[in-house]
């Protein structure tokens, strides 16, 4: 039993063929080590997300409109309790519309152009692994769909891509 489980909590071998010395993430998928076409690390992927995150609740309060101190009068407050202030209220009202525009947006942005605004702004693009051809509708609204529960995105594979990249065959790269 300890053979066993020493050949996977050891790590890489000889025997295995893995040599990590000199490999680098994306060598498996044909990609490039450094510049244009090599894969984006997590802190630029997570930052692009955000960005879009904040562009879609600017999207979604110019859409929404919500006016907080209407939402609050409408409340009823126990006597003695404070009332939410303005920017709680804001960010309970567009906390469902954001995700909306975020979802709609990364599908269209990515089927388009094949980058979410976030993403171009970091310099990075969304690209097929299998083939020299644009996401498309199917990939990307697939890929949305795993993203929306997060944590999918957070395991990765040995090429640093998330289960949302495997699965629809796509990466995150550099684009210039």
Not at 10 to 37: F, I, R, T, V
Not at 41 to 48: D, G, I, M, Q, S
Not at 56 to 70: E, F, N, Q, T
Not at 81 to 97: G, K
């Amino acid at each position: 039993m300890a053979r066993i489980t020493g050949s996977w909590l050891s790590g890489p071998n000889a025997e295995s063929g893995d040599n990590p010395l000199g490999d680098y993430q994306g060598k498996e998928l044909g990609l490039p080590a450094s510049g244009p076409g090599a894969l984006a690390p997590f802190t630029r992927r997570v930052l692009a997300v955000l960005v879009d995150w904040f562009i879609s609740m600017g999207l979604a309060a110019i859409i929404v409109r919500p006016d907080p101190a209407r939402i609050i009068a409408k409340m009823t407050i126990p006597q003695g309790q404070q009332p939410p202030s303005h920017f709680e209220v804001m960010m309970q009202a567009l906390s469902t519309p954001t995700l909306l525009v975020w979802f709609v947006l990364g599908i269209a942005a990515v089927t388009l152009f094949g980058f979410t605004p976030g993403q171009y702004f970091l310099k990075i693009k969304v690209t097929r692994v299998d083939a020299e051809a644009p996401v498309g509708f199917v990939r990307a609204l697939v890929r949305q769909l795993i993203l929306v529960f997060v944590i999918p995105a957070l395991f990765t594979d040995s090429d640093g891509r998330g289960m949302h990249d495997r699965a629809t065959g796509t990466a995150l790269v550099y684009s210039r």
